[in-house]
């Protein structure tokens, strides 16, 4: 069997596999978000923490819950670190500085998992569980309870109220993240994942081309619980440094695809939540046909310029393979590079530096469309419905009449708060490049000259302001400037984008829906999918690509 042929065969599998999860976990979340009844175990959690879960909140009180909760899971996550070195099972690691502290509990808590640290040489096994593990279900759940707000604003009528965000948060870890993941867990752990809490050993012999004996030194973890909520909270991160690509987190082919299922099932899945919670299912697969039409497309791409490669060394070898598993191989890699960077995952199985000049270049557009396709858990959701918001104002402008979406109109208070949503993401990474490209120092932490060092810059902050996580692997990210403007940007990436959705959810849910005319624009049929494609892939065009032509195009180019 040919590469190519392998790669098409796992993209029939993972699609197939997304086909079916779809409607039974899309229908039982629009359960979950839609339901009265509280569990037992959901009600402990409110009285422990002081919550009345039936108080419903308008947008301010449900913002307020979302950042009181998140600048607390900040402020442990940063002291957890800073006391490391006195925690029992820390193997010795000594206390995490105070910059990258602060970098890592930033990235964890916005969903980034950002690392500039090797976690198998920093983070001892208290961090990670107690740490780092509890903020992927955290921040996924948070991501889960936003989209939800917005998709009540769409269909409630004449109320400000969201619902409850104590309750949505609770309930999103109970009944959906912890289950799944627990089941990931396992299927992990049979497929040979490593789940334990072993100390520092050596490994094996090893010999260089001048045999030179040696050995190294590896630790074990709580790899498999971790690697799968980091994979299906769409967090990234990895236990060791080399992440996904590593046999610890990532052993085999069948592996690969079950973690890039696990990647995608929840954001294509909660299409299928908002077409029920809204009462049309219908609208749920016009936004799941836009989101899958640029998936695919990301993927075709990668996977041409990965194996139609002109450089020779590349055609000896018969494919791009620098930088990639051979467990995996082209394919393999290159579906879950554009659906870790299409997602606001992160994980990686290859070194995005060693992509081909336009492969990394299709990564970056990925994380620059805003992760919509489809996105991270919860914030693909809500920011393809901001971009559903402006694709409508833009039809509504070509005809002359007032813009409306799902019986909502959409006035200037709404197109304003869906404005400020997708310029304050491009604001972040264009502004702080540019800073990290003018200043003499930050330049030389990038190990590459030219357009591809200026790619690791861009892509860095790329990957920050959009809650990604993954890195080019050619930037030295672990200095004082990086950790605090990496930092600084995922914090307003992720908060100021959830506080305009959130006050788009209730400019929308005070609103009565009117009534549909002949005049109305149909956003259930394939015409406004191909609308809403255009509006994210022109916008994102228009935003980014002088900054693209500097970096990946003109290294591709040449």
């Known amino acids: 069997m040919g590469p190519v042929l392998a790669g098409v065969l796992q993209l029939l599998a993972l699609v197939a596999a997304l086909a079916l999860a779809h409607v039974p976990l899309g229908t039982y979340m629009a359960g979950v978000y839609s339901g009265r009844r509280h569990w037992r175990v959901e009600r ?37 670190q800073r006391i490391q070195g006195v925690l029992p099972l820390s193997l010795g690691f000594r206390s995490v500085g105070p910059a990258q502290a602060f970098n890592t509990a930033a990235s964890f808590v916005t969903n980034t998992n950002w690392q500039s640290y090797y976690g ?29 707000a917005l998709v009540r604003g769409f269909a409630r009528s004449g109320t400000g109220v969201l619902g409850n965000f104590w309750a949505d948060l609770v309930r999103g870890t109970v009944r959906i993240l912890l289950p799944l993941a627990a089941v990931a867990a396992v299927v992990l752990v049979a497929c040979g994942a490593i789940q334990n809490f072993s100390g520092i050993h050596e490994v094996g ?39 996904s690509a590593h046999p610890f987190e990532n052993p085999t082919p069948f592996t690969n695809l079950f973690e890039i299922f696990l990647i995608l099932v929840i954001p294509f899945s909660l299409t299928r939540t908002f077409g029920v919670m809204v009462g049309s299912v219908r609208q749920g697969y016009a936004i799941l046909a836009a989101m899958a039409v640029i ?124 404005a400020l949503y997708i310029l304050i993401t491009p604001a972040l990474v264009l502004v702080f490049t540019a800073f990290a490209m003018a200043l003499p120092a930050p330049p030389r932490s990038a190990l590459n000259p030219g357009a591809h060092g200026f790619s690791e810059v861009l892509y860095a902050y790329t990957s920050a ?40 959810a209730g400019s929308l849910g005070e609103q009565r829906p009117v009534p549909v005319t002949a005049g109305t624009l149909r956003t259930e049929k394939p015409l406004f999918t191909g609308l809403l494609v255009g509006a994210v892939l022109i916008v994102v065009g228009l935003t980014y690509f002088p900054a693209l032509a500097l970096g990946p195009l003109a290294e591709g180019l040449a």
Do not use: C
């Open 44 to 80: 402990w959690i409110y009285k422990a923490v002081g919550a009345d879960p039936d108080t419903q909140m308008r947008w301010p009180a449900y913002a307020r819950g979302v950042l009181a909760f998140s600048v607390v899971g900040v402020l442990l996550l940063y002291l957890l």
């Open 120 to 148: 198998e040489q920093t983070m001892g096994h208290v961090v990670q569980t107690a740490g780092l593990a509890v903020q992927n279900f955290a921040s996924a759940a948070v991501g889960l309870a936003v989209a939800v």
């Open 205 to 243: 012999q090893f010999f260089d081309g001048h045999g030179v004996g040696g050995s190294q030194q590896w630790n074990g973890g709580a790899v498999a619980s971790q690697e799968a909520i980091k994979e299906l909270g769409t967090n990234g991160g990895g236990y060791f440094n080399a992440n």
């Open 295 to 418: 998936w695919l497309g990301f993927v075709a791409l990668m996977m041409w310029t990965e194996f139609a490669h002109q450089e020779g060394a590349l055609r000896i070898a018969g494919a791009a393979m620098e930088g990639k598993e051979v467990r995996f191989g082209v394919g393999g890699s290159s579906i879950f590079a554009v659906s870790t960077t299409l997602t606001s995952t992160g994980a990686v199985d290859s070194a995005h530096s060693s992509l081909t000049g336009f492969g990394g270049g299709i990564a970056m557009l990925g994380m620059m469309l805003g992760e919509i396709a489809p996105g991270g858990v919860g914030s693909g959701l809500y920011g393809i419905l901001v971009m559903a918001v402006i694709a409508v104002f833009i039809a509504g402008l070509m005809v002359g009449r007032t813009p409306e979406y799902l019986g909502k109109k959409i006035g200037s208070r709404e197109i304003k708060l869906a």
């Open 465 to 504: 302001a959009n809650n990604n996580g993954s890195a080019f692997a050619g930037l030295n990210a672990n200095t004082d400037w990086f950790n605090i403007t990496t930092g600084l940007v995922m914090l307003l990436g992720r908060f100021l984008p959830v506080v305009f959705v959130l006050a788009l």
